[in-house]
Nanobody, 114 residues
Framework: VQVVESGGGLVQPGGSLRLSCAASGSIFNINVMGWYRQAPGKERELVATISRGGNTNYADSVKGRFTISRDNAKDTVYVQMNSLKPEDTAVYYC?????????WGRGTQVTVSS
């Protein structure tokens, strides 16, 4: 099973980025897909999750700025990040779960700085 993130980078405050994450390999019946982040010196925290049926959950810190979506046919999840702030700087990790397994990607760096 592979979970691969893409789309990170350096962006100025107020800018936007779109992260993508694709799951591949022997993974079936994906349930929840989501994004987490970890800033230097801090614990990993939830950003947003989305169920197979499209129910979403967001951290309070990103509500109204980030939008999570998924393509079930492609086993892919996205997060559109707008109005980025320096405090959004972190490594962003994709998480994919089935009824029995959990899988993490290696992460993609997002840096918000002028």
């Amino acid at each position: 099973v592979q979970v691969v993130e893409s789309g990170g980078g350096l962006v100025q405050p107020g800018g936007s980025l779109r992260l993508s994450c694709a799951a591949s390999g022997s993974i079936f019946n994906i349930n929840v897909m989501g994004w987490y982040r970890q800033a230097p010196g801090k614990e990993r925290e939830l950003v947003a999750t989305i169920s197979r049926g499209g129910n979403t959950n967001y951290a309070d810190s990103v509500k109204g700025r980030f939008t999570i979506s998924r393509d079930n046919a492609k086993d892919t999840v996205y997060v559109q990040m707008n109005s980025l702030k320096p405090e959004d700087t972190a490594v962003y990790y994709c998480h994919v779960s089935t009824s029995y397994t959990n899988h993490w990607g290696r992460g993609t760096q997002v840096t918000v700085s002028s």
